[in-house]
């Protein structure tokens, strides 16, 4: 897969568009042109990556801030569900009728829950350590101090490694309390409902995760009937700012070529 170069400065080439819903002024961030791929955040809120921008080459990138990590908290939705509804709408909102859905880590719960509700509006879903399977991971309840260094096994890589604002972790902890952090580590009322999940799936988890541990991703291997599982190597949680290319050549080449992207395009040697 060839990609143009992207900006020097990281998300240089996004930019910046609100829509409203349920009393929110979300906002979202774009780039690129062609087939539209949605971007929901981890519970550190809305970020840029290196591995977005080699994205943004090729396709239109949407990095849409989920309700509750603006300057408003969320004290409404009161369940997964209720987000994800939250989230489609907005979607709906920005103009998209069709497009690829990316959930990344607490993004990737509410993802899921879309997914259920909206497979129609979905053309392929990646879930980037999705954490509604926790088994052997850090609690989302633990202090920023002690999580945030399991996420990046290079946190000398761009994006420069940097702790969150605490303001921002008290505005958004309730929240991710009620949704996540009070769930349990394996959530059994979403396993049941899963298999029904038809959506053309990838799940990736870097292999050095220390937040979620990968082993993880095989129970969604497992309950999803139409699932792809990859490991990215040398990789932590983060795996988009970790191993920006590699991250990019697979999510690129599934959002191509769905279930043929394990086939190279051509003849070609790829170093882990």
């Known amino acids: ?20 819903i349920d ?14 791929v949605v971007v929901l955040h981890g519970a550190g809120g809305l970020q840029h990556t290196p591995a977005m921008d080699l994205l943004a080459t090729r396709y239109r990138i949407v990095l849409l801030e989920i309700p509750g990590f603006g300057p408003q908290a969320n004290d409404i939705h009161q369940t997964m569900p209720e987000l994800a509804e939250a989230i489609a709408q907005a979607i709906a909102n920005i103009g998209l009728e069709r497009y690829h859905l990316i959930g990344i880590s607490f993004g990737g719960v509410a993802a899921t829950h879309l997914a259920l509700a909206h497979s129609e509006t979905l053309i392929s879903l990646v879930l980037e350590a999705p954490a509604a399977f926790r088994e052997g991971g850090a609690s989302p309840s633990n202090p920023p101090s002690e999580i945030l260094p399991l996420f990046r096994a290079h946190p000398e ?3 420069p490694f940097q702790m969150p604002d605490p303001d921002f972790t008290r505005h958004t902890g309730p929240m991710i309390h009620r949704l996540l952090a009070s769930r349990p580590e394996y959530d059994q009322e979403l396993a049941d409902r899963l298999p029904e999940l038809s ?31 990859i490991l990215v190597h040398d990789a932590a949680h983060d795996i988009q700012c970790d191993r920006p290319e590699s991250y990019a050549e697979v999510v690129g080449d599934w959002l191509a070529r769905g279930w043929q992207f394990l086939v190279p395009e051509q003849d070609t040697v790829i170093n882990p």
């Open 1 to 20: 897969m060839t990609h143009t170069a992207p900006p020097e400065t990281v998300g240089a080439g996004f930019t910046e568009h609100t829509v409203e």
């Open 23 to 36: 009393g929110f002024t979300v906002r979202y961030q774009q780039s690129g042109t062609g087939d539209p």
């Open 157 to 159: 890589r761009t994006p």
């Open 199 to 229: 959506t053309r799936t990838l799940v990736i988890f870097g292999d050095r995760d220390g937040v979620i541990p990968p082993h993880n991703g095989r129970t969604w291997r497992q309950l999803l009937p139409n699932c792809s599982y």
